[in-house]
T-cell receptor
Framework: NAGVTQTPKFQVLKTGQSMTLQCAQDMNHEYMSWYRQDPGMGLRLIHYSVGAGITDQGEVPNGYNVSRSTTEDFPLRLLSAAPSQTSVYFC?????????????FGPGTRLLVL | SQQGEEDPQALSIQEGENATMNCSYKTSINNLQWYRQNSGRGLVHLILIRSNEREKHSGRLRVTLDTSKKSSSLLITASRAADTASYFCATDADRDDKIIFGKGTRLHILP
């Protein structure tokens, strides 16, 4: 199993550009989530999903969209990048239709918005 | 606002000593988890404790949970250089499916 994979590893964007951060897992996990990590702020939940076709907002959803068309994939879209979205983004997944079990994290995507 | 808050923010101890980190949270929970993050890496799950449990052990790790005080502690015994990392608590509130992380404790083990 590859676990949770994220692409790209690094990305530089200009203000106003859009892009999609990819996340995939091969563990048949129902629950997937996106976090951003900023210095001194820990991880903040952006969006999460309890299964294909179901998504919900986390703590800091503004400026981000998600969709969950398959169990395996959970892409995060930045519609119009802003410097405030410069961060490290982590995708995570866990078994069961909820967060009751261990979350497995991807290696992260480092995003710089100029 | 974030659910969990770790204390202290940073901790430096000598190798071989025990390290204790605390986590406080705001709402009732189903479970609480502790994760480790090495610099620049993703998070790795350490241990999960459910709301009906008071103490749990895993190797050199000991976690306690006091739901009346809405707090948890993580004890790492006989610390090693490899334990240098950031440690985060994460809570699963019983009212929704969100897992919320605290800001973390940076642990540095001195040789």
């Amino acid at each position: 199993n590859a676990g949770v994979t994220q692409t790209p590893k690094f990305q530089v964007l200009k203000t106003g550009q859009s892009m999609t951060l990819q996340c995939a897992q091969d563990m048949n996990h129902e629950y997937m989530s996106w976090y951003r990590q900023d210095p001194g702020m820990g991880l903040r939940l952006i969006h999460y999903s309890v299964g294909a076709g179901i998504t919900d907002q986390g703590e800091v959803p503004n400026g981000y969209n998600v969709s969950r068309s398959t169990t395996e994939d959970f892409p995060l879209r930045l519609l119009s990048a802003a410097p405030s979205q410069t961060s490290v983004y982590f995708c995570a997944s866990s078994s069961l239709a909820g967060p009751q079990e261990t979350q497995y994290f991807g290696p992260g995507t480092r995003l710089l918005v100029l | 606002s974030q659910q969990g808050e770790e204390d202290p923010q940073a901790l430096s101890i000598q190798e071989g000593e025990n390290a204790t980190m605390n986590c406080s949270y705001k709402t009732s929970i189903n479970n609480l988890q502790w994760y480790r993050q090495n610099s620049g890496r993703g998070l790795v799950h350490l241990i999960l404790i459910r709301s009906n449990e008071r103490e749990k052990h895993s190797g050199r790790l000991r976690v306690t949970l006091d739901t009346s005080k809405k707090s948890s502690s993580l004890l790492i015994t006989a610390s090693r250089a490899a334990d240098t990392a950031s440690y985060f608590c994460a809570t699963d509130a019983d009212r929704d499916d969100k897992i919320i992380f605290g800001k973390g404790t940076r642990l540095h083990i001195l040789p």
